[in-house]
């Protein structure tokens, strides 16, 4: 009998070529579905929500797959995951990618379809020092940044917006580039500026460019007020460079 | 005229082969060699203090070479950092080795033989949740490890002893397997036990066989008071496992 798996998915990007499945790269979605397919005993494909850039991160990638496998949903997680490490039962291998979670769906679900929005994360480091460390998992601005300018500006992005200035070229072509950006929040921690945002979908690149010009609003190259003629504007050349990969996390997928 | 540098060198170790120059691998050693050749403009040998193991870090490993350059020290550091991040003047390329300082010496001066002790850091996260995130940067036990345990037990290692028990196989042939331990500090920072040890010089995997102890310590397999037996009987295999090198860090050497 046919079955629907819904994963959830972790992993740091830093060693990936990305999400999408690629011929001579390795791929997160790559190497779930080499795994997958050796646990299932049949050939896997899977549906990603989102598809990740390289070096992007995620702590709750969604990804659906059908087929007529026997196996308890528990079983497929743990050896699956122990596969994505290696196979090495120590402590100290830990892998890049692990499912957190797989439940099963009627069969008419799909991961991406079905998902009616996304929560992403981006992490700056705003300190004068540079933390070798932290190179691939954050973005680190070493000029001082005015919080609470980035802040007000971040309120012009809330709403429902055509965000065609947020878009990077190169992506795929969309019915529309309007878009609901449910919340869009700036927390400090220390030395870091950790901004989430939600919305029901975005634009290729669309949360990066928009760090990017909240640096600039921080960095006092445009002012708060400027954003909503940027947005108007509807021209990428008018926002802020787009931030780099290594700082963006995919949060969450929203479900009905 | 012939001039003496000393370096202070920072670097992730995740990447690298280790500190020592390797002819198919890419070694710390190897990488800031070239780099140094080019910005002297002549083949420049690098003396290092601690030859680290692959996926060891190092905030503080020190290493000196020799030659008739006549750069300035400032601007030595200045360049050889921009070309150890492949020469992009971009916040957001950072590279995983950098040269924290350089002073000049006298010409007898010697980083390794004339150094005087190092302190070494070791992270150990102890929580039942694997992060994957930090899979290159610490140790991650999720057994729950005994603390005061492990610090009584720390107590037997601080002095002067012979360290045989704590040493792997490998190595260079030393004269004397006697070391003196002038501290062993144990500290609790959230999920994390974080170990610092200094000592006048330290046997091949020393700190890491010690953290190994410590940790079947924290697990209850081996007693704090055990611990001075097991130095007393010289035997490796009375000691613990070696902790893994991703959680080690070179910090500091010290000179006169």
Redesign the interface.
Known sequence: MERNFLLTI???GSEFSGWQKQPDARTVQGELEKVLSKVCNGTVELNGTSRTDAGV?ALGQRASFKGEYGIPTDKLMLVANNHLCGGKHL??V?????IVAVEEKPLDFHARFDSKGKKYRYIIQNSPE?N??R?K?C????TPLDFEAMKEAARYIVGTHDFACFQSAGGQPRATTVRTVYSLELDKQGDDIILEIAGDGFLYNMVRIITGTLVEVGLGKITPEQIEEIIASGKRENAGHR??A?GLYLVEVYYE
């Open positions: 972790e992993y740091d991160h402590a100290s830990i892998g890049d990618v692990r540079i070798l460390f190179r998992h973005y680190q601005v070493t931030a780099p290594e």
